[in-house]
């Protein structure tokens, strides 16, 4: 079999799908390592083992999975969302450990881009084992991976503004009221979003407004282990009792209201994924600046006439200088349109 022909195979597509969920589920878990899923195939082609990249300090996905299948990966192909690695660092690299299991066929979606850990394709084919690259790789790189490509090629965190509006765009009535434009279900993927985060990212004038605690909660109401990094821009002053201060979550203070010093400076901290979940004036300021890489919104059959515009100034005199942006995703979501956008490059 050709290695166009293995390396497209049902099982090896089927493989990769899996793969790309077992990186979502730790996404937000890895920082700033890649949330990485890698299932183990046998020779023939049955699953026999599954892992994913755990925090700083564990194992990589390909280790993980290595160890689900023990003896039966001898022989056996690999399916990884990102080209294994060849630098060592905290760990060993993937592409050693995936010599030492005897592996013979490795195909993954996306070619690391960072210099110091990129090359596991050539080593692994130094050893003569078969490797295919590029396997669903736009599937895959819309992922999980997504903040982590993003900050390794441009070494800012990537930003999702997610917000939750009215049919006619409205995200508070005119008395200020808010509480709830969106419909539970729209809620509950909003906070697995939140929960795939590194960091949130809010101004003073929604911690005034709202008093919102930025944490990420179970389908109970409990709080997750893992929680994002909670982040308050602006110079104004807030409460001490707010309940972005308490202790359920790490928080941090910025002062002013630049988006490119805030991003540089959570660079500086490993962060590679924000959600801008702050006000209409903080989303105008990152999106003048061009620091807005993936929306999701919210829409709700409700019209207000009034109230508070989901964005605002965004630095748009004319139509034609209007910041264009191309659907990948409108689907329902409860009684809400669920909108996932992207800029347009072009």
């Not at 709202?210 to 909670?230: A, M, Y």
Request: hydrophobic share 40%; charged share 20%.
């Amino acid at each position: 079999m050709s290695e166009a022909e293995w390396a497209r195979s049902p099982a090896v597509l089927g493989a990769m799908r899996r793969a790309a969920e077992l990186g979502q589920e730790v996404l937000g878990t890895t920082s700033p390592n890649p949330p990485v899923g890698c299932v183990i195939l046998d020779r023939r082609e049955r699953v026999v083992g599954t892992g994913a990249t755990r925090p700083v300090g564990g194992e990589h996905a390909e280790v993980m999975a290595l160890r689900a299948a023990g003896e039966a990966a001898s022989g056996g192909t690999a399916v990884v969302t990102l080209e294994p690695c060849a630098h060592t660092g905290r760990t060993g690299a993937c592409a050693s450990a995936l010599l030492a299991a005897g592996i013979a066929r490795v195909a993954y979606a996306v070619a690391d881009p960072n210099p110091v850990a990129s090359g596991g394709e050539v080593m692994l084919r130094a050893e003569g084992v078969s490797v295919a690259g590029g396997i669903l790789e736009s599937e895959v790189s819309g992922g999980a991976l997504r903040p982590w490509l993003h900050f390794t090629r441009t070494g800012l965190p990537h930003v999702t503004w997610k917000y939750a509006a009215s049919l006619d765009g409205r995200s508070a009535a005119s008395d200020g009221t808010s509480q709830w434009i969106s419909s539970e279900a729209s809620r509950a993927r909003a906070h697995r979003i939140r929960a795939g985060s590194d960091a949130v990212l809010v101004g003073t004038g929604t911690v005034l407004a709202d008093d919102p605690r930025l944490t990420v909660r179970d389908e109970n109401g409990s709080p997750l282990p893992e929680q994002p990094l909670r982040v308050v821009v602006g110079d104004r002053e807030i409460p001490g009792s707010a309940n972005v201060l308490d202790d359920s979550a790490p928080t941090i203070r910025l002062s002013g209201g630049d988006p490119d010093h805030a991003l540089r400076l959570l660079a500086e901290r490993g962060v590679t994924g924000v959600m801008l979940e702050g006000g209409p004036t903080l989303a105008g300021a990152f999106l003048r600046a061009g620091r807005i890489d993936l929306v999701e919104a919210f829409v709700a059959p409700t019209l207000l006439g009034s109230g508070s515009a989901a964005l605002g100034d965004a630095g748009v005199a004319s139509l034609s200088r209007a910041w264009r942006f191309y659907f990948e995703r409108v689907t329902m979501c409860g009684q809400d349109v669920w909108i996932s956008a992207v800029p347009f490059e072009g």
